[in-house]
């Protein structure tokens, strides 16, 4: 058993360090003016390339991954195929300088990449003997991966004359003079990564179908849960969370180098204190589940959400400054950029909180041979319908808070957010009710 716990931990790194090494410092890549090395995008199309195309992804991902791993494909083989194919679509992508090929070959990526998460989730349900203990502990390692993806490669590709040193951000070094231009490389870092992680699919625990099933379409009995209220009610809510959630990775980047001066090679290291955090936050889940039950377990998250987001649009009512750099071309710490670096402790608080608890209510809730699918008619609305409001929402944000587009009034959008969470918080804590808490336990948590 700890052999396979070993093997599905090693899934999770890999998982979410193909998508972490690329995700939080891809819209600065898309947002800079091309003379600097950007693509000069709005961030309208920033909101349609990682909003529309994740959200196509992840409503096809019932209909695709579910229905295939569920009932006629091994999990295992299954997602290697698909870590392949996607590998190959991120280098390509890599090479694109045009808003239509960049939508395009983004949204083939999400068709290929969204179903992954779902399958890798319910594969490490499926071999865990007490997931609601082992899960959160499996889980973390994604968390980790993400992590070592967005430190490694600002170190080994951003930086020259790199030092180590004891405080954050525990390395300082001079930035490349085309660091900007340099970002798009996390693509092909990604691709490579992905096949390397689909061969190592292979050794994956075997995960059969489920033959015998007497529905067999799984997905229309996934979506059958939405009879239950509490299944209902956590749907509305996480649609509206998914949406400020997917707008935290769009905007986070060019408001730290915009607004609050960071230089671009430390924007990835300083969004991954969040998933810091999520480590020390996925270890206290099953303490938190006990503790406070799934309602208010999942209603602390979206504070945290609200929070967050109200920290950010105080230190944005300041003038917006340029990079501070000292004589040697690094980068200097003032005050409001520790506060909004470091307020994303919070961060960990809303992944663990809200959507990992959300996860494990959904597997705890779902029948034995529908969980890929169940996973995925819960992955359609934070990644798929979610995103598709994001992207529009945040070109509404644009133009009400930009200029030709590109957000400017970085508080009026940091508040807006944050009165959207609160809200949502309230809704959920007011209408939820835990349908399955006869069966969480203190044994089993």
Partial sequence: MNFIKSRLGIMMFLQYAVWGVWLSILPTYLQSPTAEGGLGFSSGQIGWILGLAGSIGAVCAPFIAGQIADRYFSTEKFLAVLLVLGGAVKIITSYQTSFSAWLILSIVYSILYMPTLSLTNSMAFSHLDNPDKDWP???????????????????????????????????????????????????????????????????????????????????????????????????????????????????????????????????????????????????????????????????????????????????????????????AGQMVWNMPLMIGVFSQLLHGLCYACFFASAFMYVDRIADADIRNSAQTVFGIIILGVGPVFAGPFLGFLGNVFGENGVITNFAGMWFTLSAIALVTTVFFATMFEDETAEYFTDQTA
């Fill in 137 to 327: 502990r499996i889980r973390v390692l994604g968390t980790i991966g993400w992590i070592s993806a967005g430190w490694i490669f600002p170190m080994v590709w951003l930086q020259s004359d790199l030092q180590f040193q004891i405080l954050p951000p525990f390395f300082v070094g001079t930035e490349v003079a085309d660091a900007t231009a340099r970002l798009g490389d996390t693509l092909i870092v990604s691709g490579v990564l992905s096949m390397m992680y689909a061969g190592f699919c292979l050794f994956l625990p075997n995960t059969p179908p489920k033959k015998d099933s007497v529905e067999k379409l799984a997905f229309k009995k996934a979506f059958a849960l939405l009879h239950h209220r509490s299944f209902a009610i956590l749907i509305l809510a996480s649609l509206p969370i998914s949406v400020i959630h997917q707008i935290y990775f769009m905007q986070t980047g060019p408001f730290f180098e915009n607004q609050l001066g960071m230089l671009v090679t430390y924007i990835m290291p300083a969004m991954t204190v969040g998933q810091f955090a999520e480590i020390g936050f996925l270890a206290m889940l099953g303490m938190f589940l006990v503790k406070l039950g799934f309602r208010w377990t999942i209603a602390l998250g979206g504070l945290a959400y609200f929070t967050r987001y109200a920290i950010w649009g105080l230190i944005s009512m300041q003038e917006a400054s340029g990079p501070s750099v000292d004589a």
